[in-house]
């Protein structure tokens, strides 16, 4: 099985699906009930039906006393039970049944006529962190409704619970927002796309766009929401705000004039002006994002916001005097702020990308540590709660391995057993902040993944270690038989359809030769970081000058 479970008992004989079975549930348990008779009819061909309050073949029901999203499992010959520390338990219960039965159980119509058998087993089950988080990049190439909705079911079926939407960036702006048309209008659409690495200077010609209506969204969350993923949005400011500032000019800082959305992969040097009319414009948009996401974090990002034009602007600079600040840090700083006092109002938690902790920020936002687990350390000091996302673990867009047909090769090489080598909790973290690190998040960056079959060529199987290392306890024997139980999961991708990279390679139509990638060593990729970091790691003298980012 995969995740691995905490506990797993074999018992005496076997259960046997037939048309006859039943899936009865108590209250609390109706939507698991209905998913887990879709999941089963479709593949059996069974009519199989739920009814509440009755006894099935398959029973379902809730335990408060239980971990919330634990769960125990029970084949008997007689009987399958299902108790969940709440329905989410449920739900995991039902997902690790589902591994119980052959692989073709995955398919969405029949290919077999049975027997659907059960092993007669016990399994008590519950996961390491809450936080069991995948981000997907639709700013870069956009994924269709029908793409996103394919990931949910494929990350649920890993135990994983957080769908993190990347929806703005310089290449692109994927959310429509009723008061601001233009975003989409404009923000939307590039006229071409870089092919392979940006250092090689070449372009499709080919325009690229696309973006989510709000119902589009409206069915995003609610189709999660049955499989108990919440839907965490990003819509990425002061930098990363290229195609924003495309759409509404005045945005900007003027430097050089109009601007488009950006169509080179890597960093814009546009980003956001400082003045009160920008706070107002995003603090709209950021209400109808909450709208839109129930989800309690909502994202800003936060990253890799190039301060040259603050540091060219008059605006800029009378803004940094007028506010008593320091240099271009804590300009950013007081942007991020105004935002985390908004969201705060509104019940909710600002969470972004490790920079949002340059120059100052009070305690009570969400980090994503993705520089490194002394970002972490640093952030959970700091007072905030902490996902452990770091580059050189959990970027499933790095390159799998040094095969030279792997497509579009970028970043440090990031295998299968690199992933699930991820510690997610830093050796330093001391123990009395333990509390405040939520979980972990695998990221796609999808500027060289622009169809969702090379978004599963990424992901999978690297995806499914991240899941074992999200969900399953650490005091098991290491990896415990991990390779072969992946071995046999690969039906299981096979039966839902997913592309992902073979063990041995990439098959013929998985490579790229006509898109150059940009391999790293990772002496040089740590040699960056230790450089990005340092603004936010090194102690500050009060007066000293700027520290470039």
Not at 426 to 449: D, F, K, S, V, Y
Request: aromatic content about 8%; hydrophobic content about 40%.
């Amino acid at each position: 099985m995969l995740p691995l479970p905490a506990d797993i008992r074999p018992l005496t004989g076997s259960f046997t699906l037939t048309e006859a079975t039943t899936i009865g549930w108590e209250p609390g348990c109706a939507e698991v009930a209905r998913w887990l008779t879709g999941a089963l009819s479709r593949p059996t061909g069974y009519p199989l039906r739920a009814a509440h309050n009755g006894v099935g073949g398959i029973d379902l029901n809730v335990d408060p006393d239980t971990h919330p999203e634990g769960y125990r499992l029970r084949v008997r010959p007689d009987r399958i039970t299902i108790t969940g520390g709440s329905p989410a338990g449920v739900f995991y219960g039902a997902q690790s049944l589902r591994q119980l039965l052959p692989p073709q159980v995955y398919r969405r119509a029949p290919v077999r006529s049975g027997p659907w058998v059960v092993p007669g087993v016990e399994i008590v089950d519950q996961p390491r962190f809450g936080w069991r988080g995948v981000m997907l990049d639709v700013a870069r190439h956009f994924m269709p409704v029908a793409g996103v909705l394919r990931l949910v079911d494929l990350i649920a079926a890993h135990k994983l619970n957080v769908l993190h939407l990347h929806l703005t960036d310089d290449q692109g702006w994927r959310l429509q927002i009723r008061r601001y048309p233009r975003l989409t209008e404009v923000g939307a659409w590039r006229r071409e796309s870089m092919v392979g690495s940006r250092q090689h200077e070449r372009f499709d010609g080919r325009p690229h766009g696309g973006y989510y209506t709000q119902d589009d969204i409206r069915e995003i969350v609610a189709y999660a929401a049955e499989r108990f993923v919440t839907v965490v949005p990003e819509i990425d400011l002061p930098g990363h705000t290229q195609a924003a500032i495309a759409a509404y000019p005045h945005l900007g800082n003027g430097a050089d004039g109009p601007v488009e959305v950006c169509t080179r992969w890597g960093v814009s040097s546009h980003v956001l002006n400082v003045s009160d009319q920008t706070v107002a414009f995003f603090s709209h948009v950021l209400d109808e994002v909450m709208e839109l996401f129930p989800s309690r974090h909502i994202g800003i990002g936060g990253d890799e916001c190039r301060k040259d034009e603050w540091r060219a602007s008059p605006a800029a600079q009378q803004r940094l005097r007028e506010l008593g600040l320091r240099d271009e840090d804590e300009l950013q700083s007081w942007f991020v702020q105004r935002f985390q006092r908004h969201l705060e109002a509104h019940g909710r938690v600002l969470f972004g990308w490790d920079e949002i902790l340059e120059g100052s920020l009070p305690p009570g936002a969400t980090v994503a540590a993705w520089r490194g687990p002394a970002l972490a350390v640093a952030a959970a000091r700091a007072g905030h709660d902490v996902v452990a996302c770091w580059d050189s673990a959990a970027y499933l867009d790095y390159r799998q391995s040094d095969h030279p047909d792997e497509p579009i090769p970028v970043g440090t090489v990031l295998t299968v057993a690199d992933v699930r080598a991820f510690e997610p909790e830093p050796p330093a973290l001391p123990a009395e902040l333990r509390h405040r690190l939520l979980g972990a998040q695998c990221n796609i960056w999808t500027e060289h993944a622009d169809q969702p079959r090379t978004v599963d060529y990424l992901a999978f199987p690297r995806l499914c270690a991240f899941a074992e290392v999200a969900w399953s306890a650490t005091d098991t024997a290491p990896w415990h038989g991990f390779d072969a139980r992946l071995t046999e999961h690969l039906s299981r991708l096979d039966a839902l359809g997913v592309a992902y990279r073979p063990p041995d390679g990439p098959l013929p139509w998985q490579r790229r030769p006509d898109a150059a990638g940009w391999p790293r060593e990772r002496a040089d990729r740590d040699a960056e970081l230790a450089a990005l970091t340092g603004n936010v790691l090194s102690p500050r003298e009060p007066g000293t000058g700027p520290i470039e980012s």
